[in-house]
């Protein structure tokens, strides 16, 4: 999927709620967004994964601090060494950066 197409993807009317602790407390600038069929982790401003059609993207902020990457394991149900793995296979789609 080309990033325009996503881009389009993320104009849709959409919901958007705060993530949750494991306490089950609101987490402040971690957010969940949900579309008609594509669901989205956003930390603070930058879309971090979106899911979609069975798909995950990755976007270049992906791991840009302890935290944005507790709650992106949160959302992905995985840690990092899995979530490399799969970027590494090209299961899992690199938005704006290369694998290294």
């Given amino acids: 999927m080309e990033n325009i197409q996503i881009k389009e993807i993320i104009k849709e ?3 958007v709620e705060n993530m949750r602790s494991s306490k ?3 987490v402040p600038n971690q957010f969940l967004v949900y579309g ?3 669901e989205l ?3 603070y401003s930058s ?3 979106l899911k979609k059609g069975g798909k995950v993207y990755l976007f270049k902020d992906w791991e840009y ?3 944005t990457a507790k ?3 949160q959302f992905l149900g995985e840690d990092k060494k899995e979530i490399m ?3 590494k296979s090209g299961e899992y789609i690199a938005v704006d950066f290369e694998v290294c």
């Fill in 24 to 26: 089950g407390n609101l």
């Fill in 71 to 73: 709650y992106r394991n």
């Fill in 41 to 43: 982790f956003q930390s």
């Fill in 65 to 67: 601090s302890t935290t």
């Fill in 13 to 15: 009317k959409v919901k």
């Fill in 47 to 49: 879309p971090i994964a």
């Fill in 85 to 87: 793995k799969k970027l």
């Fill in 36 to 38: 008609n069929d594509w």
